[in-house]
């Protein structure tokens, strides 16, 4: 069945040190999407891409899909303590769900 | 303009009871979730619904059920809580198909904890 892979499950950074996860899929996407989860909050959507090889930037967070539409990373330049928080990927086929990565917890040390 | 809203926020239940998780959305989205998140685990969808009177089966359904007699709400109901199911329940909600890049709203979550 569908699978989607998240890596790192856990990441402890300095404040103002990079930050990177990667979401891996076993089948090909029609779109992938990005949510954030706040410590003790609920997910929240920050972004989708749609198209091979396509790259977003919101601010400091930059969100790649690969060029086989199967894999994608979301990187966070200088982390800030307002990062913290568990971010997933989602991936969709064209269903009528999408299927979640595990998440990375993101914990950064001031 | 509430979004997604989930009732109770907290329980405690002993094995065996019931109860019941009531999930409503004001923004007259047709696919309608129940997920379950523990720790490790990421996010598992329990069933969900595309539109009213429709449900269906996501990745981990047993032991739950689910209704959606009116747009608005859906319902989740564990008719004999077991342990296993301690854990953090999210409601969310879509406009149509998020596979097709829809986005899926999140209600703020219920914590069940069964003794």
């Known amino acids: 069945g569908q699978q989607v892979m998240q890596i790192p499950q856990y990441q402890h950074v300095q404040e103002g040190e990079d930050f990177t996860t990667y979401c891996n899929s076993s089948?090909?996407?029609?779109?992938i999407q990005w949510y954030k989860q706040r410590p003790g909050g609920h997910p929240v959507f920050l972004i989708q891409?749609?198209?091979?090889?396509e790259v977003k930037k919101q601010k400091r967070l930059t969100f790649q899909f690969g060029e086989a539409k199967k894999n994608s990373s979301l990187h966070i330049t200088a982390t800030q303590t307002t990062d913290v928080g568990t971010y997933f990927c989602?991936?969709?086929?064209?269903?009528?769900?999408?299927?979640f990565g595990t998440g990375t917890r993101l914990t950064v040390i001031p | 303009n509430a979004g997604v809203t989930q009732t109770p926020k907290f329980r405690v239940l002993k094995t065996g009871q019931s109860m019941t998780l009531l999930c409503a959305q004001d923004?007259?989205?047709?696919?309608m979730y129940w997920y379950r998140q523990d720790p490790g685990m990421g996010l598992r969808l329990i069933h969900y619904?595309?539109?009213?009177?429709?449900?269906a089966k996501g990745e981990v359904p047993d032991g739950y059920n689910v209704s959606r007699l009116k747009k608005q709400n859906f319902l989740l109901g564990l008719e004999s809580a077991a342990p296993s199911q301690t854990s953090v329940y999210f409601c969310?909600?879509?406009?149509?198909?998020?596979?097709?890049?829809?986005?899926?709203?999140f209600g703020e979550g219920s914590w069940l904890t069964v003794v």
């Open positions: 969310a909600s879509s406009i149509d198909r998020p596979g097709s890049g829809n986005t899926i709203y």
């Open positions: 989602a991936g969709g086929t064209g269903a009528n769900n999408l299927f």
């Open positions: 923004m007259n989205h047709e696919y």
């Open positions: 089948t090909t996407l029609s779109n």
């Open positions: 891409l749609v198209k091979s090889g």
């Open positions: 619904s595309v539109g009213e009177g429709t449900t």
